[in-house]
């Protein structure tokens, strides 16, 4: 299926921890109930520096109370515990006989019956990493993903016991692999991928075992817990919980704190900053404040605890992924194109209702997926700025850089919000150019760009909504005329490559006409309906202007369409 | 934080000119100061005789002419130097500023970056990449973040003089408007904050064009009337190009943008001013330049608004008259005849 030869031979890195038992998330397991009170006391802590009056914390609690029960009632899920209403329930009878009191007694109630609900989201928030059962899941998982990925490759169910194919055939992972490597044994590293598909953190997580790191902690959606078999696997493989549906201030202040306590424990992280996944398929422009903060907060916290220099760095590294293919792409962009219409309001929906579709959607996956690539972006600390294996910071000069430095004044280790607040948008601006930077061009994407940009020149007074209504047999694009476009946008994609301002694969090189047929080939290779390909009469069409602005998309914001 | 304990550690000044010594002064009323100057005999003029280049200075002010020992003894510095020269001098003492370091500029120029083979001069365009604030040249050119502005109507003689005046200190960072606060404020001068760094900075800026255009009016004999037309009008020239070039409207309402605007274009103690109003006599541009001892910012910023304007297509027909007038020898009564009939349709439009 793929034309191209892996980029790095598929290579076996062995552990860079030689037992499970010094894992940071394996000590937090074994210590669980004592980290969840920690992080029930710092968020309560947090809150009521938030809530500064017994009034506001009334009123913040009657927020809640209020925003939880309507939950109840227009969202529930399957998940959900059983005594949730009963839960809130009591607390709407504690409430409103404490909202007419401002005793001594009343307040020390109030913070009581935060404590409660603060330690009940802990509590689910809190995984049940069990490191007999990682050790089972990931054996099952690499065991299974592999044979699957054989029979669907090779044909034929006797494949699944053959040892023909193997991930890593499938799976080119490039960059900074050995400093990542390095880094997880100097610090805490938190992973920063782009998101396209719900697949995305079991990929990233076959990633982090195939490169020998100890398990990462991840937010994963709650709704992924629905389905008993993928808890199972979540709960083994360090996953906490993240309910959308919930947004609450103190909700997201324990979820918040949670990060916080783990990244100072020491485990790394996986955040995908963007929140979710890229609906339109652009690599994230805007990425979530909210968890990124947390990884301020505990550097900040590590360096005042160990103000002698042996703190514990937190590094942070982006990874992009790239596909030829995306399987959810055609939900995807018209969910993006709705939210961008005049749909304002967008439940959180639970797509995957049942196992038999994940099983399916599973097997999609691995069968139709064709290649994917998996780019580790340098190292970089708190800041942005780049570190070496050693983990020391430096400056675009290359000066050596203290990063303790950034939170002092006056000498010392000083908290303050909301300098930490700009700090975690810088953060969050140099992960958005680091991705960027690290994404890696697939024929695929250089032909969905030039076929879109080719067709929407064609009609510049149509806006994008209109343009996406045309019937796609309208639109044709003459080959030759094609190539060239494709052509020089190639040429500028190896000029940009070379300034360092994007990747790109392998097989982007060789004979132009190769490229652009290798790419019309892979782009969207298993939609229904493709985005762009070659009829009969060998002109290009699409079959899908949705999917083939989806795919499009991938090449945004590199200031590419003046070249079409 | 900081502002909770009284800072009593020196503060260091980059720049002895005649801003230099008016924030030096005020800073001297809260803090020990240790002003830099390349010039050796500038440094002993301070030392040893209290001025600087007359201007009489503090006692708690102290000169120094070595930046990495400047950088070693002050958290808190603040550059003022021309904008001509802020390059070199924040490459210069780059090296040895921390990410501890907090800086509070007082410059109001603009610095261009261009590639190797092209110059100011013979380019139509400039483009935003190219064209930075002294915050953003601060930012690239060193490991410093936390990064404010002086800004407002700040005439040094003005200050000098113990005149009740206020200022606006600008940063992204609450900190940084707490610092400046502390060490700016006193009986005689009060300290606005605002978080609008880069709005702030423009102000600060594109009001030196406005100035020059009322230094000229001024020039040409004509009165108060006219000068009334010219600042509201320049104030929304101002906005315009503020906008185009990422800051918002609200600092131009400010004591940074109309406060500055209003006091630079009715003083002749502003040198963009009298730059304009001697120019308006007759006198030529390389004279009024050769005679002046300190930078009239508004030439050069003329020089690149006009090259932004055109580029992104802002309406801005103060700047480009004074560009003709300038650099195109345009006669000053035409190109004030060309204003008259310029056609704005609305007062107000920007709000």
Sequence with gaps: MSQDPPAIKPKYYPPILPGHREWPVVRLAKNRKDFVSTVVQSAVASILEHTQDHQALIEELELTLFLERNRLRQNPWKVDPEDEEEFWGKIKGQLVHLSQENSEEARQNAQQMLEQIVSRYAEEIAGNFKQSRYRFARTLIIFGFARLLNAARLKGIKSLWSRELDLPDKIQINGEIDQLRALAKLGTVVMVPTHFSNLDSALIGWVIQHLGLPAFIYGAGLNLFNIGIFAYFMNSLGAYKVDRRKKNMVYLETLKTYSTEALKYGCHSLFFPGGTRSRSGMIEKKLKMGLLSTVMEAQRCNFENHPQGEAAKIFVVPVVLNYHFVLEAPGLINQFLEMQGQERYYVENDEFSNSYKIIKFLFKFFTKGSDISVSIGRGMDVMGNYVNDQGISFDQDGNKIDTSDYFKSLGRIQKDDQRDGEYTRMLSERIVSEFHRNNRVFSSHLVAFAAFQILKNRYNKLDLFNFLRIQPDELVIDYAHFLEVCATLRNKIFEMNQQGALHTAEHLKGKIEEVVEHGLYNVGLYHAKRPALRNKQGLIVSQDLNLLYFYHNRLQGYGLEQYI | ?351
Excluded: W
């Design chain 2, 1 to 351: 934080m900081a502002s909770n304990n009284t800072y009593n550690q020196p503060v260091g000044i980059i720049g002895a000119g005649s801003f230099g010594c008016a924030v030096a002064n005020i800073l001297a009323e809260n803090v020990p100061v240790i002003m830099y100057a390349r010039n050796p005999e500038v440094v002993d003029e301070i030392n040893y005789k209290g001025s600087s280049r007359g201007i009489a200075l503090s006692e708690r002010v102290k000169g120094h002419g070595d930046l990495e020992q400047l950088a070693a003894t002050c958290e808190v510095i603040f550059p003022v130097v021309p904008s001509g020269n802020f390059r070199e001098m924040i490459t210069k003492v780059g090296p040895f500023l921390k990410p501890y370091h907090i800086l509070i500029h007082g410059t109001k120029g603009f610095v261009v970056e261009l590639p190797e083979d092209q110059n100011l001069e013979e380019v139509k365009f400039l483009r935003k990449e190219e064209v930075f604030t002294m915050s953003e040249l601060i930012r690239r050119e060193t490991s410093v973040v936390r990064i404010g502005c002086l800004a407002g109507p700040n005439l040094a003689k003005e200050i000098n003089e113990h005149q009740p005046a206020a200022t606006v200190v600008a940063s992204r960072f609450d900190e940084v408007i707490d610092m400046g606060q502390q060490l700016l404020k006193s009986e005689r001068f009060r300290v606005y904050g605002n978080n609008d760094l880069i709005g702030v900075e423009l102000c600060g800026v594109l009001k030196n064009i406005i100035a020059i255009a009322a230094g000229a009016l001024s020039g040409l004999g004509y009165g108060e009337n006219t000068r009334g037309l010219l600042i509201s009008r320049g104030m929304v020239e101002m906005i315009y190009l503020g906008q185009a070039l990422g800051g918002n409207v609200k600092a131009f309402l400010g004591l940074a943008g109309v406060g500055d605007l209003v006091a630079t274009c009715t003083s002749r103690l502003s040198r963009n001013y009298s730059l304009g109003f001697r120019l308006a006599q007759g006198e030529t541009l390389p004279h009024i330049l050769g005679s002046m001892d300190e930078v009239a910012e508004g030439v050069n910023t003329i020089k690149i608004t006009k090259r932004l304007a055109d580029n992104y297509r802002v309406r801005a027909p103060i700047t480009t008259m004074l560009h003709q007038v300038l650099y195109e020898d345009l006669p000053l009564e035409e190109a004030l005849q060309y204003l008259m009939k310029y056609p704005f349709i609305q007062d107000i439009d920007f709000l």
